[in-house]
């Protein structure tokens, strides 16, 4: 928008200078026709003449190129040739050179055409200016809505990354917040690894200890059921062994006592340590109800 502006504010100044030079060549045109037209014979004022040529010299300077493809070689030579000494053409009597140079009508014929040229130039100048302010202010609309279009997308863009910006911050902070989880987890499962093992040991220790404990009543019940036998034999037989019977069957329960005692306080078992205590006071009872 900015690089068509100046374009058009240059071309608009050229073509500015160019119209008002143009009107005044056709003005200066205009009033030479004018003067001549009115001329019909005998010597023009000597200012009249001073005109015509200042107004010639002028436009053969300035509109040389423009002319150059209106007027033939001939007349190009003529108006150069008038415009240096115009007085020769338009003397009261007829000299030598105006008897073989053409006549005065002629010089009103082609400043009659370059007026008409300079014209037309001007028409066609004023007519291309037209189409270019246009095409001006079409380019300068096409941009605007551009221009518009580009600043909602800048502001919708502004929009999307303010946005994005603010997920951006949510996902560093959820990473943040993930890392921190992970490693708390991380060390919850260090944690309960390092739980887990101690408790497989401890049940690996349980279970010896419940095979020691197992052992210890299997062992406690064979001496039981053995002292159950026993008895039971006693009963059977002489009663004279009945106190030699007691005697043994207090060892074995004493026996049962002490492992089941022992096993106890390696288990740290309670149940186990109150079956001894019960075996030792049973031992202890069936040895009273002997002696009495």
């Known amino acids: 928008m900015d690089k068509a502006t100046a374009i058009r504010t240059k071309e608009l100044a050229e073509f500015n200078a160019e119209e008002k030079d143009m009107l005044g060549s056709i003005s200066a045109l205009k009033s030479a026709v004018t003067v001549l ?13 001073l ?11 300035k509109h040389g190129a423009l002319l150059k493809g209106v007027l033939t070689k001939s007349q190009r030579k003529f ?10 053409y338009f003397d009261a009597e007829p000299t030598f050179k105006q008897s073989y140079a053409p006549q005065s009508g002629e010089i009103f014929g082609i400043l009659k055409q370059m007026k008409e040229t300079f014209e037309t130039n001007l028409a066609q100048s004023q007519k291309d200016e037209l189409a270019n302010q246009q095409a001006f202010e079409d380019l300068k609309a096409a941009k605007e809505v551009e221009i518009e279009a580009a600043q909602e997308q800048i502001a919708t863009k502004t929009q999307e990354l303010a946005t994005t ?17 992970l490693s ?12 887990c ?15 020691i404990e197992i052992q210890a009543v299997s062992k406690a019940l064979a001496i039981l059921s053995s002292d159950d036998a026993h008895d039971l034999f006693s009963k059977t037989f002489n009663p ?10 207090k060892g074995m329960r004493l026996a049962a006592w002490k492992l089941l005692s022992a096993v106890a306080r390696k288990t740290h078992n309670p149940k186990l340590s109150a079956l001894a205590t019960h075996v030792r006071l049973d031992a202890f009872k069936k040895s009273d109800q002997g002696h009495r």
């Open 165 to 181: 910006d603010e997920k951006l911050a949510q996902s560093k902070q959820d990473i943040e917040d993930t890392r921190n989880s």
């Open 37 to 49: 037209s009115k001329h019909h014979g005998g010597a023009l004022l000597q200012s009249t003449q």
């Open 197 to 211: 093992q101690m408790t497989d040991q401890e049940w690996e220790a349980r279970q010896k200890d419940r095979q």
């Open 184 to 195: 708390a987890d991380e060390q919850f499962l260090m944690n309960l690894k390092e739980k």
């Open 240 to 249: 004279s062994l009945l106190e030699k019977e007691n005697s043994q069957h």
């Open 51 to 61: 005109q015509l040529q200042t107004t010639l010299q002028h436009e053969l300077s």
């Open 79 to 88: 108006v150069t040739s008038f415009a240096q000494a115009p007085e020769d």
